[in-house]
Nanobody, 115 residues
């Protein structure tokens, strides 16, 4: 049974930093493209950053230069480092795993940014 468990969300002031983690189990982690998505209140879910099995990343324009993604295949974990947070970064952040036709989602972690 595949599980993706996010952690690290919380309340942070604008300009601050947070690091989200997503621990995967029940899957061969190294085969999966991993991604972070977010869904602001009342809006659609959108891609933040993804990382391929080879380490190539794909980033939303809105987070370029501020957010980075990294994976540790030995720990079955993907990270999202968020710096210089803005009010508009507030959302529920979801971890995503994708391999061919298989796709899994975590339960989400809330990130709140205060002014």
């Amino acid at each position: 049974q595949v599980q993706l468990v996010e952690s690290g969300g919380g309340l942070v002031q604008a300009g601050g930093s947070l690091r989200l983690s997503c621990a995967a189990s029940g899957m061969l982690f190294s085969l999966y493209e991993m991604g972070w998505y977010r869904q602001p209140a009342g809006k659609q879910r959108e891609l933040v950053l993804s990382i391929s099995t080879g380490g190539a990343t794909n980033s939303a324009n809105s987070v370029k230069g501020r957010f980075t993604i990294a994976r540790d295949n030995a720990k079955n974990t993907v990270y999202l480092q968020m710096n210089s947070l803005k009010l508009e970064d507030a959302a529920v952040y979801y971890c995503n795993a994708r391999y061919i036709r298989r796709e899994y989602w975590g339960q989400g972690t809330q990130v709140t940014v205060s002014s």
